[in-house]
């Protein structure tokens, strides 16, 4: 099986870190806020304008980048998915990343890095340029059976066209549909993959 695999929310806790530098980040620039329901733009959660987020990005994405653990078991499962026979394809639409400029080739660089320092082993890496981050041109290229992702928009369009498992987040709780299944860890999307291989 040739499985697609996210890096921010899937490979790393996107959303801890967000909420924790982000209300840090508002609290020190005397940003008045009202932390709502969770939501994928974190500017939406904490009801600021969208703008806001995109300067706290500028200022925090390379150490988020740089620093930001993988999840427990990452490496491991990914590891033993592997040795299972399957092709591991990471496709991230991280931002920056996709330019075709030195801070683009920076950002690329940066993440083959983290991949590396965090024993995260693929067959190929692959950096969106789909609209909308949606991923749906790299799955159909590269023949991706299954697809690991966190965000909303990119799980309902993705499983139009492969299996998608969603790794659960606040933000993703209500998505639900044909072709999504909810995993909550490594070790359950590792469970969840020999089901599917059993079928």
């Known amino acids: 099986m040739r ?18 530098y982000f209300s840090k980040y508002l609290v020190e620039n005397n940003i008045d806020y009202m932390l709502k329901e969770p939501d994928y733009l ?30 427990a078991f990452a490496s491991e499962v990914i590891d033993k998915l592997i040795s299972d026979g399957h092709e591991i394809y990471i496709i991230t639409a991280r931002w920056t990343a996709s330019r075709d400029d030195e801070v ?46 966190d965000s909303p928009n990119n799980i309902l369009e993705l499983s139009k066209y492969v299996k998608v498992i969603c790794y659960y987040a606040n933000y993703n709780r ?18 969840t993959i020999k089901n599917l291989c059993q079928q």
């Open 3 to 20: 499985i697609g695999i996210d890096i921010d929310g899937v490979l790393t806790n996107v959303e801890q870190f967000s909420v924790d």
């Open 42 to 71: 974190v500017s939406k959660a904490f009801g600021v304008d969208h703008a806001i987020e995109n300067d706290f990005w500028k200022t925090m994405l390379i150490y988020y980048s740089e620093n930001e653990p993988a999840r």
């Open 104 to 149: 683009g080739e920076n950002m690329r660089n940066t993440v083959k890095n983290w991949l590396d320092k965090n024993n995260i082993h693929y067959h190929k890496l692959i950096f969106s340029k789909a609209s909308k981050e949606r991923k749906v041109d790299e799955i159909s290229e590269n023949k991706i059976d299954l697809m690991i992702e």
């Open 174 to 191: 209500n998505i639900s549909g044909k072709n999504i299944i909810k995993c909550y860890s490594w070790y359950d999307i590792y469970k």
